[in-house]
Each structure stands twice: as structure tokens, then as C-alpha cells.
């Protein structure tokens, strides 16, 4: 009893040891790293402060490789889990042997654990469990001996109570046999390699649907096949997408079914009498109803979840691109979001992204009160000192644009741009902004505004800082996603949501000027800490310094530690709290400063302070601050409180095209990539139609993924080599230009 109490006592331990070796060896890192970061995961540390400031613990590993190790580790507690209850429907039905605990003791691959698991699964009632019910499993047993000279003879002893005849028996029998087989690991393992090696996926249009306008779109599949191990994660998608709708019949088949069954009947026969012609039929009827609809189940459900993996890979990439694009910065800004009917809202925001202004002109058919409009764009723009404006890249952005522009003054004329605008003016994805308008959060932020005020606001903001305005929507909203809408939620959830906390902490928040909505995704924080941050400066000013959090209610000593050091304060007393120094350095570097005999300010201003020559970093090692943590200080010291993101670039398309009847093969058109995906990259020339770029039309030289080539809202060249008309497609590439 002892025993058993220690040993549960010390079973987290246990674990958390084998853990670390499984994870060590499944994503080749060093087992102490691996026990580290763990350690400080269980800790309730984010991955974000763990990556940046728990160096010395983790190796420097990177978030990616902090994620890995966390999702690894909440897999294996999975199957700890699943154990539990493997464990004890084996032991209730005492049937437990030391040998097959020990097997469950060793297993970690959940595909393995099943197998181990499946004849004592409870299930339905089976045609087997019927037979063994009317007391067959005995002459089932004799026939997979394979040894009976005359079976049927032996079969007859069995003809009582339900079973009427022979025939009956020795078909009772072969379901036995049947389900043995498909209950077999190895059999089941076979058949995986098979499929493995050799499934081909086959799509076929529903012949009732095909000549439907909604089945057009995957007309490409309306006869396709081709290894299932090739199948890109974009196509499988796009024919499960088919299958959903009804247009498409999916199957995944090995090459040859007969191999797969001789293989299995090679396995099982034995003899060349009259049991073994028994059990090889059993074996092929046990591939054809059992053994091949359930691997084929779970080759549907693996394939759909790599596929499902690299979508939200793509898309987490993507949302990450986003998110950290050049901002505009602190400047005052007019938002525009077009129309032609109802005309276009127009908003005036000051340099904190407040709204000072709004009201609509009419500049376009029907209404065309284009003087009119002239005259109060010039007004705002005067009175409220507009440095930038930014319209929404949706109905009526080209005509809006080129009204706007027709009237702001000019510069002097150059040789590369004659008539550059005093103004400049950008042109902004409205993805997601119609989800923002009617959101709480905009509610929240203007009760007293409709949606298409808020919807401009949104707009304005995003040229300002896309951060800290995306992080309002739902990113699945924001238009960058590869059929987002079929994968894994769940997953694909929680990966969003770990890459917009990654950004957010890689950029910094100004602790002053953020939204609640933004605060919430700092490491540590969360809703309710982030309102009660808002509340307190609202009630008390504005923050002056990092020590001050710890007066936020709730705001205690752990979400401190996790959260300062991705927050700024500009104009603080102290220079390191608008830094990405931790508090918990701060005595370093005032230690640094004092050697120097200086101020820290005087530290970050004066570059000869900080030299190699006057500063040996090493004499600043201790047991829990080594080089990396020096290292990154002495960089942070250099810019304090920078801005990693890139510096914003203004654009025009070309003005030829105005639509995609203006479109001509063979025109070299500038745009903006929009999305990527594994096939390509969409571009928006100008048209409101997105070209494609496919993969193969991206380079001179064959690339791994178009993310080798281009980022998202890059500004290239690209060549129109094909217009669909019909389906409403252009094909471009990068090859020829």
C-alpha cells in the first residue's frame, strides 16, 4: 500500500521525465533544454517571455521551437490520458496480463495504442460477437488451426439453438475469424504500409451536379486522381470542399486491392485443406467489409489532418505578415471607405487615432456631387492638418483614389514621379473591416457612430499601425487564409491566436495608448487584466512608469514578470521602461552605467560608453544572467524601444486597367500580393479580381514555396499571361518581367 501511494505521488515526475526524452528525441534538442522549457511552461510562463527572456534555461531556443515543445507535450498528456482509460476497460474486463501493461507502458503513438486497445474496445453488436454468442468461437478456433481433416463434420456438433445448419456454423465461424484478422496489428500495420505506399486519392463529379454554375469552381476535379502521399495540401482541401457541397465522390483505394488481399491471405493460410480455403475467404471478406473501410477511414482523417496542418501553417504565416506590416505611424490621418451610391464615408483621425470628424461625400455616379465634394475634402484636410490619407481598397477605390488625388497640390516635378502629391495617399485592405464595424469591440469604442463610420475609422487605423487595429478581428475575417473555413477550428484557433500574441510581443505595446483589445494579447495578460489596466489609466493618467502595474487590481507578481518587458512607456523617467530591458535587469544595467561612472540615459545616448573596449560584459555573469540575456540588453541599449517592422511605401496601379475587360495578355502590370498560399500568390493589380501567380510562374528556378519569392503586400511587376472570363480568373507571372 505504501508502495502504490509513493508511486503515485511520484508518477508526475515520472512523466514529465519520460516527456522530456520523447520530446528531446522527436525534435532532436537536448533532453536538460527540453526539461527546462517545460518546467517553465508548467511554470505558467508564456512562450513569448520564455523565448526572449529565459535564454539561459532554454539554449535560446525560438518561439517555434518553445511552440513544438508545447504542442509535443500537450500530445503526450493526450495519450497519458487515453491510457488511463485503455488501462482500466482492460482491467474491468480482467483481462489485464504483465505483459500487455507493459506494452501500454511503453507505448506513446496514439495510431499504435489503438491497436493494442482494439479487441477489448467495446462496440457494437458485431456479426462476430453474434456468433460467439451462439457459441461458434470454439469451431472458429479449430478452422485457424487449420489441422480438421473433415470440418464440416466438426461443424455439425455446432448445430443447435439459432444456428440451423452447416453452413450457418461455418459462416458464423468465418466472421470470427474475419474480425480476429482485422483486430491483428501486424494485419492492420500491413495494410497501412500498402497504403502508405501505393493509395490513390479519386475525385469524380457527381454527374446530376456537373453542369451546375456551383460546380464549376471544381471543375478541375471533376476527374482526378493521384498518389495520396502527393496530394498538396490546397487540392485535397478543394475536393473535401467538392465532397462537402455535394458536387464531388472522394475515395482513397491501394493500387492493387488483390495484393493487399493475397498479402493477407499469405499471412493467414496455412494449409491447402478445406479450414484453410475457410480461413482465406475470411480474410478476404475481412479486408473488403472490415479491415480496408477502417484503414481507409483513418488515411481520410490523417490526410485531412497534415492537410489541415499545412493550411493553418500557411495562414498563421500569413496572419503574421499581416500584422507586422509597415505602419504609417503617429501621423493624422484621412480614413476613406468608398462608394458609389451611398457615396463615401469620409473620417479625420488625430496622431493617437482618435476620431476628431466624419461625415459623407458623393464624388461618383449616381448622386456625382463631385464639386461639392472638392470643397469639404479641402476643408478637412486644412482644418484638421491631415499628413496621410487612406482609402479602402474595395467599390470605387481607383475612382476615389484618382478623385482625391486630382485635387490635393503637388510637389515640384522630378524626373521619377512629375506630380508627387503634398499628400500621400495609401491604398488599404478593407478585409474584416465590415466584421470590426459591427463588432462589441467597435460598439465598445463608438456607441454613438453607425457602422460605416467605424468601418472608415478601421481603415485609417490600419495605415496607421496594422497591429494594433487587426488584432480586433476574428482573423479567419481578415482574408488571407487558405480554406480556412474546412479546417480543424480548434486548432486553427489556438495557432491564430499564438501568432498574434507572438507579433504583439515582438513589436512592443505602448502602454499608454493601447486598447484593451490589444493589452489582452501581451504575455501574461488576458481580458480581464487588460480592462482593469485601461480602467486604472483612465482613473489615475497616464503610467510613468513599469512599478506602477503592480497597483493595477489584480495585477500581481507573476503576470508582472511575464508582461513588462513587452511594454513601453514613452517619455518615462526611467529610459529602460520604454525599452525591452525586464525590470528584473534593470540593476545590471544601472551596475553598467555606475562602472562607466554615468547615468543610463547616458548609457543609451553615448554609443562610446557601450563599447567593447569600456564594457566587458562578461564581468557581468551570474548564476541566472548569461551571455545571450547580456547580449540582448547591450543590443536594446543601442535603439531602445524599437520598431522591428519595415518602413511603409506608398503605390498606384497602373492606370490603363480599370477592370478585367481592360486586361490584355501580355501587359506588365505593378500590385499588391494579397494572399499565399502553397500554389502561388494572389495579386491585386487594380481590377477587384485578384490574379494568381502560380508557383511555377514565380522565378527562373524552381522554388520550395512561393514564400521564398514574396511577402504578403510586397509590391512586384507582374505579366497578364491568361484572362478567364467565364470563371472570372487571370493568370499572371513573374518569370517574364
Not at 481598397?393 to 486630382?406: H, L, M, V, Y
Not at 512608469?545 to 495585477?555: E, F
Amino acid at each position: 500500500m505504501l508502495f502504490a501511494r509513493l508511486f503515485v505521488s511520484l508518477q508526475p515526475y515520472m512523466e514529465k521525465n519520460i516527456f522530456a526524452k520523447l520530446i528531446a528525441q522527436a525534435l532532436n534538442l537536448n533532453v536538460e533544454t527540453v526539461g527546462n522549457t517545460l518546467a517553465l511552461l508548467e511554470e505558467g510562463c508564456t512562450i513569448p517571455f520564455i523565448s526572449r527572456y529565459r535564454k539561459e534555461r532554454t539554449g535560446a531556443l525560438d518561439e517555434v521551437q518553445i511552440a513544438a515543445i508545447n504542442d509535443e507535450n500537450e500530445r503526450l498528456k493526450e495519450i497519458a490520458k487515453r491510457k488511463e482509460t485503455v488501462v482500466k476497460t482492460i482491467n474491468d474486463l480482467q483481462k489485464m496480463t504483465p505483459e500487455l501493461q507493459q506494452r501500454i507502458d511503453d507505448c506513446w503513438d496514439a495510431t499504435e495504442l489503438e491497436d493494442i486497445y482494439l479487441p477489448y474496445k467495446p462496440r457494437r453488436r458485431t456479426r462476430a460477437q453474434i456468433a460467439r454468442e451462439q457459441g461458434l468461437e470454439p469451431l472458429a478456433q479449430l478452422i485457424m488451426l487449420q489441422r480438421e481433416a473433415d470440418v464440416e463434420r466438426a461443424a455439425r456438433t455446432f448445430v443447435v439453438g439459432d444456428v440451423s445448419d452447416v453452413a450457418t456454423a461455418l459462416k458464423g465461424a468465418q466472421d470470427i475469424i474475419a474480425e480476429t484478422i482485422s483486430e491483428d496489428e501486424r494485419s492492420r500495420q500491413q495494410l497501412r504500409g500498402s497504403y502508405r505506399r501505393t493509395a490513390i486519392i479519386t475525385s469524380k463529379v457527381v454527374k446530376a451536379k456537373a453542369d451546375s454554375d456551383e460546380a464549376q469552381k471544381f471543375s478541375d476535379y471533376f476527374d482526378w486522381h493521384e498518389p495520396l502521399r502527393r496530394c498538396s495540401s490546397h487540392r485535397l482541401l478543394a475536393m473535401r470542399r467538392g465532397e462537402a457541397e455535394g458536387i464531388l465522390r472522394l475515395s482513397i483505394d491501394p493500387v492493387d486491392d488483390q495484393e493487399c488481399i493475397d498479402r493477407l491471405q499469405r499471412q493467414w493460410v496455412r494449409s491447402n485443406n478445406a479450414c484453410g480455403r475457410l480461413v482465406a475467404e475470411a480474410a478476404e471478406d475481412c479486408y473488403k467489409r472490415l479491415l480496408k473501410p477502417s484503414i481507409e477511414t483513418e488515411f481520410n482523417n490523417l490526410s485531412k489532418e497534415q492537410a489541415d496542418d499545412e493550411a493553418i501553417r500557411v495562414f498563421a504565416e500569413n496572419l503574421r505578415q499581416l500584422l507586422l506590416g509597415a505602419p504609417l505611424g503617429q501621423k493624422r490621418v484621412m480614413g476613406i471607405d468608398p462608394g458609389f451610391r451611398t457615396g463615401c464615408k469620409v473620417v479625420c483621425l488625430d496622431a493617437q487615432g482618435n476620431l476628431l470628424y466624419h461625415e459623407a461625400i458623393f464624388p461618383h455616379p449616381p448622386v456625382n456631387r463631385r464639386m461639392q465634394a472638392m470643397v469639404h475634402v479641402q476643408q478637412m484636410l486644412s482644418d484638421y492638418h491631415i499628413e496621410a490619407i487612406a482609402i479602402g481598397n474595395g467599390t470605387a477605390s481607383r475612382e476615389t483614389r484618382a478623385f482625391i488625388e486630382s485635387i490635393l497640390p503637388t510637389k515640384p516635378t522630378t524626373p521619377t514621379n512629375p506630380t508627387p502629391p503634398t499628400i500621400p495617399v495609401f491604398v488599404v485592405s478593407e478585409d474584416g473591416a465590415s466584421i470590426y464595424s459591427a463588432s462589441k469591440v467597435a460598439r465598445d469604442e463608438f456607441p454613438d457612430e453607425d457602422v460605416t463610420v467605424r468601418g472608415a475609422v478601421s481603415i485609417a487605423r490600419r495605415l496607421m499601425d496594422p497591429l494594433a487595429e487587426l488584432v480586433k478581428i476574428d482573423p479567419k475575417s481578415i482574408g488571407v487564409g487558405q480554406y480556412q473555413h474546412d479546417v480543424d477550428q480548434t486548432k486553427l484557433k489556438r495557432q491564430l491566436d499564438q501568432t498574434v500574441e507572438s507579433c504583439v510581443n515582438q513589436v512592443g505595446v505602448d502602454l499608454n495608448t493601447a486598447s484593451s483589445h490589444l493589452l489582452q494579447y501581451v504575455s501574461g495578460l488576458g481580458p480581464a487584466l487588460a480592462k482593469n489596466i485601461v480602467d486604472y489609466r483612465r482613473q489615475n493618467g497616464a503610467f510613468n512608469s513599469r512599478a506602477q502595474l503592480k497597483k493595477v487590481p489584480r495585477l500581481g507578481p507573476a503576470a508582472f514578470q511575464q508582461c513588462a518587458g513587452f511594454l513601453r512607456i514613452h517619455g518615462a523617467k526611467n529610459p529602460l521602461d520604454n525599452s525591452a530591458v525586464h525590470p528584473e535587469s534593470y540593476a545590471i544595467v544601472e551596475q553598467m552605467a555606475h562602472d562607466q561612472g554615468c547615468t543610463v540615459k547616458d548609457l543609451i545616448e553615448q554609443k562610446e560608453l557601450r563599447a567593447r573596449v569600456n564594457i566587458n560584459i562578461k564581468k557581468y555573469i551570474t548564476k541566472d544572467v548569461g551571455l545571450p540575456t547580456l547580449t540582448d540588453i547591450m543590443h536594446e541599449l543601442e535603439k531602445p524601444g524599437r520598431d522591428p517592422r519595415e518602413q511603409i511605401e506608398e503605390f498606384s496601379f497602373d492606370s490603363r486597367v480599370q477592370t478585367i475587360d481592360d486586361l490584355e495578355e501580355g501587359m506588365v502590370l505593378p500590385g499588391i500580393v494579397t494572399n499565399i498560399t502553397n500554389f502561388g500568390a494572389f495579386v491585386d493589380i487594380g481590377v477587384h479580381q485578384d490574379g494568381l501567380v502560380h508557383i511555377s510562374q514565380m522565378a527562373n528556378r524552381r522554388i520550395a514555396h512561393p514564400s521564398d519569392v514574396v511577402k504578403l503586400h510586397q509590391h512586384v511587376t507582374v505579366k497578364v499571361i491568361e484572362v478567364d472570363q467565364r470563371r472570372h480568373r487571370i493568370a499572371l507571372s513573374m518569370k517574364q518581367v
